[in-house]
């Protein structure tokens, strides 16, 4: 759905007038900006409050296919914008891609507070998350953070990274996964056979067999079923 608070708080304000406290320090060069959403009065909205941060150029697409269009055209902006929730692809994939294609700064603007997604944002190389329902000042906040170079996480998200990628082992001792444990434990949460998890990630099936094990080891089972429960149960997978 679209932001609620953003879009409402821009409607209400007349063209030009933002307040003062909404408005972050200009910066000397205009950026260029990529801005991925369904929803084209979201997108306006975000155009709009962008154009009031310095944006010089602000590209829009509705789709990840017209995304990938519009990236490629374009090359890498300086910022991208985008859901996570668009009608023909995964928001997480486009993330990953823009970054493999050198985008230097994404910011994900999202509905949801799903833990498994705020993790994978960030995994796949997106600076900031932000929850569709913020205020618009901390919609600009975190937009400026990340053109200075920074990261940021809307409050309402910031304790799923807190707890990173903690599951509690069978004896309920917190153990600490990493990313690629977490990859592989989400393909064999979908139900992936390894020579399948092997080809989605360019891994050896023995490699990945080397990488259950570990995860066996570090939740005190080697059940599959088990140590995939443990991870849903703790957000760390869906």
Not at 50 to 72: P, W
Not at 149 to 175: E, H, I, K, Q
Not at 195 to 207: F, N, Q, V, W, Y
Request: glycine share 8%; aromatic share 2%; charged share 20%.
């Amino acid at each position: 759905m679209a932001a609620v608070g953003f879009t409402q708080a821009v409607r209400s304000t007349p063209a030009g007038a933002l307040p003062a406290s909404m408005v972050p320090h200009p910066r000397e060069e205009l950026f260029s900006v990529l801005v991925v959403d369904d929803h084209p009065l979201l997108r306006e909205a975000i155009s709009a409050r962008l154009a009031q941060m310095g944006a010089g150029t602000v590209h829009e697409a509705a789709s990840v296919a017209e995304a990938r269009l519009r990236a490629s055209a374009t090359g890498p902006c300086d910022l991208a914008i985008l859901d996570l929730g668009l009608p023909d692809g995964s928001g997480i994939e486009l993330v990953a891609e823009l970054r493999h294609h050198n985008w230097p700064r994404i910011v994900v603007l999202a509905s949801s507070d799903d833990p498994y997604a705020v993790r994978a944002a960030f995994q796949a190389g997106a600076q900031a998350y932000l929850l569709k329902s913020a205020s618009p000042v901390a919609v600009t906040d975190g937009v400026r953070r990340v053109l200075e170079g920074g990261v940021y996480a809307d409050p309402g998200v910031a304790p799923v990274l807190a707890t990173g990628t903690r599951v509690p082992s069978t004896d309920n001792t917190p153990r600490e996964l990493s990313s690629r444990e977490v990859q592989v434990l989400q393909l064999v949460a979908d139900g992936k056979s390894n020579k399948e998890i092997g080809d989605e990630l360019s891994l050896s099936a023995l490699t990945v067999k080397s990488h259950l094990s570990r995860i066996g080891r570090k939740l005190g089972t080697g059940d599959r079923a088990q140590m995939v429960a443990l991870a849903m149960r703790a957000g760390v997978i869906r």
